[in-house]
């Protein structure tokens, strides 16, 4: 399997994951007025959406969290992720997983390693996407049991089980 259909069927996990993720939050009622919930989902859309924004080369604007008058709104914001995600994928020629992605915010991550980073590639940074918020869909739904939900099983390995189903986000099946 090349690379780019590898890419393809993480991104398409990824937001199946994210939609199923999503159904179990807002079916929980104690979930709409969870602050650290609020906060998790918001970073999680927030770091998607900044990587698609320099891989498109577009200037870094963002809603601040407070814009969102509820979940649901998030949840939304996520959702257009996802489209915009499925659209600049499907446009990238194989060669151009190649090209080197210089992150805005370098100079941080220098002062914090002590050294400067190396360079990453389109592909490096889009399995980074996908990795960040894997490790935050975890946490997601480590909140979920704690307000008394049952998480969702969103493994890479179950959507696969599953015949790779396309998300459902909020009842509209999506491709």
Not at 2 to 15: G, T, V
Not at 106 to 115: L, S
Not at 140 to 165: H, M, Q, S, Y
Request: charged share 20%.
């Amino acid at each position: 399997m090349q690379l780019s259909e590898w890419l393809d069927d993480l991104y398409r996990h990824m937001k199946w994951a994210d939609a199923i993720v999503w159904r179990a939050a807002l079916a929980l009622p104690p979930a709409e007025t969870d602050e650290r919930l609020r906060k998790l989902f918001y970073h999680i859309h927030l770091t998607q959406h900044a990587f698609l924004l320099i891989w498109s080369e577009l200037p870094m604007e963002f809603p601040m969290m407070a814009n969102f008058q509820n979940l649901a709104a998030i949840s939304e914001w996520g959702k257009e992720y996802h489209e915009k995600a499925v659209l600049f994928l499907s446009a990238q020629e194989k060669t151009a997983l190649n090209r080197t992605i210089v992150m805005p915010w370098a100079i941080q991550i220098e002062q914090q390693m002590g050294k400067s980073p190396q360079p990453t590639t389109l592909a490096e940074t889009m399995m980074q996407v996908v990795m960040h918020s894997i490790y935050h869909r975890g946490q997601v739904n480590t909140r979920l049991r704690e307000l008394g939900g049952e998480p969702p099983l969103c493994d890479f390995i179950a959507w696969l089980w599953l015949g790779k189903p396309p998300a459902e986000w909020l009842g509209l099946s999506q491709p």
